[in-house]
């Protein structure tokens, strides 16, 4: 069986960078470096990326919550690690890049996964878990355990914390956390649910 490092590797390698990136980006699709998307957002550091996608140790088969897709990237890299037997759900607050993703995505022929806009007030997308592995693409302030109830038994979340990169196992009742090296991200934002007069 293919260790992380080689199922990660052959992701990068079928879902280059270079297609989820706008245009005035596509020169740059070879830099180890953070490009921006618009919006504020950014396409992460591939680099990072392999170091995320290793830590989360994607299986086939498996359901993954993907928080703040951006661009698609992630959330098609994800895809390939599940194969069509998987599900991948990509959850973005930017409009616009929901459609960018949603694109994306279709251009890269993995329709076991797609891009949803994220509901106003709620953090991922708990009507639709429990998920075996949860990625999270932007820094939180705190561990997000609206996140955490959201994997199912023997799950992993993924989610850089105050600059550290953190790997959480949910083991029966308990949780393992573990840290795994600085890293910087654009902040986690959540937006808040409307409120009725």
Same mark, same amino acid.
């Given at each position: ?9 052959a ?6 960078r270079?297609?989820? /990136?706008?245009?005035?980006q ?12 618009g919006?504020? @957002?950014?396409?992460? @550091?591939p680099?990072?990326v392999r @170091?995320?996608?290793? /830590? ?5 088969g498996?359901t993954?919550?993907?928080v703040g ?10 895809a390939h690690?599940?194969?069509p037997?998987?599900?991948?759900v990509?959850v973005e607050?930017?409009?616009?890049l929901?459609?960018?993703?949603a694109?994306? /995505?279709a251009?890269?022929?993995v !329709?076991w ?5 994220a ?6 997308? +708990?009507?639709?878990? +429990? ?7 932007? @820094?939180?302030s705190?561990l997000?355990?609206? /996140?955490?109830?959201?994997l ?7 989610? +850089?914390?105050?600059g ?9 009742a308990?949780l ?5 090296g600085?890293?910087?991200?654009? !902040?986690l934002?959540e937006?808040?649910? +409307?409120?009725?007069r």
């Open positions: 069986m293919a260790s992380a490092h080689e199922r990660v590797a992701a990068l390698e079928a879902m280059p270079v297609r989820f /990136l706008p245009r005035d596509v020169a740059r699709a070879g830099q180890d470096t953070p490009l921006p998307i919006h504020g @957002q950014t396409n992460s @550091q680099t990072t @170091q995320v996608l290793e /830590l989360l140790d994607v299986h086939e498996d993954v919550l993907d897709s951006g661009s698609g990237w992630t959330t098609a890299l994800l690690l599940t194969g037997t998987g599900s991948v990509g607050r930017v409009p616009a929901v459609t960018v993703g694109a994306h /995505l251009d890269a022929g !329709p996964a797609r891009v949803e806009p509901a106003p007030g709620v953090l991922g997308r +708990p009507s639709e878990g +429990p998920y075996n592995r949860i990625l999270v693409s932007a @820094q939180a705190r997000p355990h609206e /996140l955490v109830a959201q199912a038994p023997e799950g992993v979340l993924v989610v +850089p914390v105050r550290r990169m953190l790997r959480v196992r949910a083991i029966g308990d393992v956390v573990e840290e795994h600085w890293y910087r991200f654009v !902040p934002v937006d808040r649910a +409307p409120t009725s």
